[in-house]
């Protein structure tokens, strides 16, 4: 194929629609595959699965451990893989590093606990900037890392995706692991923000 | 393949909150591009290394040089990169791609919009 295929301007639902329906003919895909897995990444894959993942090593020290140890095999515990998921890394914040996550390349993303990844992950403004001025951005989402505090970012890959282990916001110690996961989201995972204690979130 | 996938709470309370959930895809041919390429990828069909090969250089490409006018779409990008494998397997080719589109385009009013109980509606080959 040349680059002048799919020129600016070209209706690409209908360029969807046309590939997709080649495939079907050929037998090479069926529509109701294809949008079990839209419905798989769209509602049942998704930040819950690792907010559940988080709330688990908050009240597990063993599944931490492992978690630590080895991210794909303690996640895949819980039930969550998926065909891009298969390495793992749990990156764990703390008092003195803040982890956050960012692919410069495309956008490779733990889809089995994180689903599809958001807008501004896919940003080449964010790809860029957080690698060359990550305060400044972590800043920009409201989030304060003290200059005694590590900053670490991380460039995933197609070998390597991560996920971060937030820190468990204080005030919490009597929270049920359903209540804990529920104040865990998707950018507490990719390390751009902290996890809200409590009524903190409208 | 929907085997290692467990049934998830979506409500109540094991559920975390939704606004959480941005919209994922800004339209919905940007689903059907992604729900193509991972049944194909379940299937067999697409190596998901090759395909993603293709997409970073789409990507790496249209950051070198962004077409005047043209905003960033991270699905264009998918499916360039999707059309441009199965076009060099000679799986579909390009040409077969643009007649196809070209047909789909010139339906009539109403028969532009996809509906799930008449997909492939005027194309049935079985």
């Known amino acids: 194929m040349t680059s002048e295929a799919l020129e600016p301007g070209l209706d690409l639902p209908t360029r969807t629609e046309a590939l997709e329906s080649l495939l079907v003919e050929r037998g090479l895909a069926d529509a109701k595959t294809i949008e079990t897995f839209i419905g798989i990444y769209e509602t049942q894959v998704g930040p819950m699965n690792g907010a559940k993942v988080v709330a688990r090593a908050w009240t597990d020290p063993d599944y931490r451990a492992r978690l630590l140890a080895d991210g794909t095999a303690a996640i895949a515990e819980l039930g969550f893989k998926g065909p891009q998921g298969e390495h793992i890394v749990v990156l764990e914040n703390t008092p003195q590093v803040h982890h956050v996550v960012v692919c410069t390349l495309c956008s490779c993303y733990p889809w089995p606990v994180l689903g599809l990844p958001p807008a501004w992950y896919k940003d080449s403004a964010y790809r860029s900037r957080v690698v060359r001025e990550p305060r400044a951005v972590l800043a920009e989402w409201g989030t304060e890392v003290g200059a005694e505090v590590q900053v670490r970012v991380h460039d995933s890959s197609s070998e390597v995706r991560y996920l971060v282990l937030p820190e468990r916001p204080a005030g919490t110690e009597d929270l049920s692991e359903e209540e804990l996961a529920a104040l865990v989201t998707r950018d507490n995972m990719v390390g751009v923000t902290k996890v809200a204690p409590p009524g903190a979130r409208s | ?126």
């Not at chain 2, 929907?2 to 895809?25: M, W």
Request: hydrophobic share 45%; proline share 8%; charged share 20%.
């Open chain 2, 1 to 126: 393949m929907t085997a290692v996938l467990p049934e998830l709470d979506i409500d109540g309370p094991a559920a975390p909150p939704r606004s959480n959930g941005e919209l994922v895809f800004a339209e919905p041919w940007e689903g059907r591009a992604f729900g193509l390429v991972m049944a194909l990828v379940d299937r067999g069909v697409l190596a998901y290394d090759a395909f993603r090969d293709a997409l970073i250089a789409r990507i790496a490409a249209w950051e070198a040089a962004p077409p005047p006018g043209e905003c960033w779409s991270y699905y264009r990008c998918w499916l360039q990169a999707l059309e441009e494998v199965l076009d060099q397997q000679a799986l579909v080719v390009t040409g077969d791609v643009d007649a196809r589109a070209a047909t789909l385009a010139a339906r009539p009013p109403g028969h532009d919009h996809r509906h799930h109980d008449h997909h492939g509606d005027g194309l049935h080959h079985h």
